[in-house]
């Protein structure tokens, strides 16, 4: 038998078998199935987000991130993030480390936690060593002891429930001290 023949036979077997793996799915799969069991790290980010009307709606930095695709988890060290509102920054955010669950639906702060909320009055300070963010939502919530500096009151707080689309914060067991204009 010619090698020529052998050569196409080879060929014409290797394209019908890609053919049938192409298109009976295994291949997207093998391909959507390791993706899914990989995890990625990454050091010193720079992020920029923009809303959907191309605004700007987020800027970030962080010195190390891991994030588990199959988990939909991830870990960041050294978070420093700022929240734009009609291009101006609204709230800062700063921690030691921030934990992202469901794709960054919930997003966890921990180690000397600073949220800063930008106001017409002034800076609002939110000092605590944990607080739960739900980023897509903008609310924040924490049963940690946080402490809050506005331009008119310091306080101390046994919790807070803070939604930053509407400006309302709900404190528990406060002590504190006020000083009104």
Excluded: C, W
Aim: proline residues 2%.
């Amino acid at each position: 038998m010619d090698t020529k023949v052998l050569y196409v036979t080879a060929v014409l077997i290797a394209a019908v078998s890609g053919g049938y793996y192409y298109y009976s799915g295994k291949g997207k799969k093998l391909d959507a199935d390791s993706a899914q069991s990989m995890t990625y790290s990454a050091e010193g980010i720079h992020v920029v987000q923009t809303d959907e009307k191309g605004n700007l709606y987020l800027r970030a930095t962080v010195d190390h991130l891991e994030q588990d695709l199959r988990k939909q988890t991830s870990k960041v060290t050294n978070l420093n993030a700022s929240m734009y509102e009609n291009n101006q920054v609204n709230s800062t955010f700063y921690a030691k480390q921030a934990n992202g669950y469901e794709d960054n639906q919930k997003v966890i702060l921990t180690g000397q936690v600073k949220a800063t909320k930008m106001g017409e009055q002034g800076e609002m300070v939110f000092l605590t060593d944990e607080l739960t963010g739900y980023p897509k939502r903008r609310v924040l919530e924490t049963t940690h002891e946080v402490t809050v500096t506005a331009p008119n009151a310091s306080f101390i707080s046994q919790g807070l429930n803070a939604d930053l689309n509407t400006g309302e914060y709900e404190f528990s067991h406060i002590r504190g001290k006020y000083v009104p204009n």
